[in-house]
């Protein structure tokens, strides 16, 4: 487990598959936010709180995305409370407490210019893959839903994404709300078919 502060109230976390098989959680259970889920969940606040000081403090905001080899990427930011809205002292330290746990079966490559975003779309046009296009922050944004990805093709395609461009931790929400769609539906098809290479 490695813990990164990337921000006053915000923490990313890495959990190798090798950390997870260790405590008898498999890939599939990570999804399912049982018990060991939690129990992971509040080891990770622990040693967020030991190696860089990040506390738990009201509600929580949590993300986590998949990688096909390196294991689980969790962010966690702290959000601050709603005004008017009671804080309950004894949510925060006692373990009982649910921890609802969103994960995104989805994730977010960067890409400084266009021409990168048509090479990927060539590189990826074969695997068939539902995409959505954004511009966002001065850089295009590819959104790949992971469903769409076959287990057979999933290591080639986050290869090439990686090639190409860098995992974003942008969400589709944060996409939606302050970027501009460029291409919604079949997106990877129209780019190779508008941008001959």
Known sequence: MRVERIAKDK???FISYDDLEERGIDRDEIWQNGRKVQELFWDMMETAYEEVGFEIAGPI?????TMPTEGVVVI????????GQPKSESDD?????EVNIAYYSTFVFRFSDF????????????HDIDACLY????AYHL???ENSVGDLAYDGVWAILHEYGEYSEVTKAVLDEYGKLILQDDTIRQLVEWFPL
């Not at 905001?61 to 995305?65: L, P, T, W």
Request: no cysteine; proline share 8%.
């Open 143 to 145: 959104f790949i839903d």
């Open 93 to 97: 330290d006692d373990p009982n407490v």
């Open 135 to 138: 511009q966002y922050e001065g």
């Open 115 to 126: 021409e990168e975003v048509v090479r990927v779309a060539h590189a990826l046009y074969e």
């Open 61 to 65: 905001s949590v993300e986590a995305f």
């Open 76 to 83: 966690v930011t702290r959000v601050p409370s709603l005004p």
């Open 11 to 13: 923490v990313r976390i």
